[in-house]
C-alpha cells in the first residue's frame, strides 16, 4: 500500500508564494503518476497538477504559468510550487497518487489566500 502526508499549507496575501510538499511512503515502488487536486467550499474537488513516472506533467489551466509540480529523484515526494497565488485559490489542497492497486489520497492541507 501507499500512505501520503502533505505538508505546506497555511495563510499568505495575493501574490504569494507557497510550496506544498506530499511525502509518499510504502511501496512508492508501484505509483504511476502523483496528483495534486483542489476542493474550495461549495465546489466540486479538481485536477490541479499531475506528474507521471516518466516526468510528464500537466497543469490546470487556472494554474499554468504559475504553479509547478515536481518530485525528488528518489521519487518519494511530490512538491507543488504555488506562485502569484489569487484569493480564488483558496482551498484544501489534496495529494493523490495513482498505482497499480488504485489510487490513495493524503489529508489534505489548506491554503488561504487574502485579498
Known amino acids: 500500500q501507499v500512505q501520503l502526508v502533505e505538508s505546506g499549507g497555511g495563510l499568505v496575501q495575493a501574490g504569494g508564494s507557497l510550496r506544498l510538499s506530499c511525502a509518499a511512503s510504502?511501496?512508492?515502488?508501484?505509483?504511476?503518476?502523483m496528483n495534486w487536486y483542489r476542493q474550495a467550499p461549495g465546489k466540486q474537488r479538481e485536477l490541479v497538477a499531475r506528474i507521471t513516472r516518466a516526468g510528464s506533467t500537466n497543469y490546470a489551466d487556472s494554474v499554468k504559468g504559475r504553479f509547478t509540480i515536481s518530485r525528488d529523484n528518489a521519487g518519494n515526494t511530490a512538491y507543488l510550487q504555488m506562485n502569484s497565488l489569487k484569493p480564488e485559490d483558496t482551498a484544501v489542497y489534496y495529494c493523490?497518487?495513482?498505482?497499480?492497486?488504485?489510487?490513495?489520497w493524503g489529508q489534505g492541507t489548506q491554503v488561504t489566500v487574502s485579498s
Open positions: 493523490n497518487a495513482d498505482h497499480f492497486l488504485g489510487t490513495t
Open positions: 510504502g511501496s512508492i515502488s508501484i505509483i504511476n503518476a
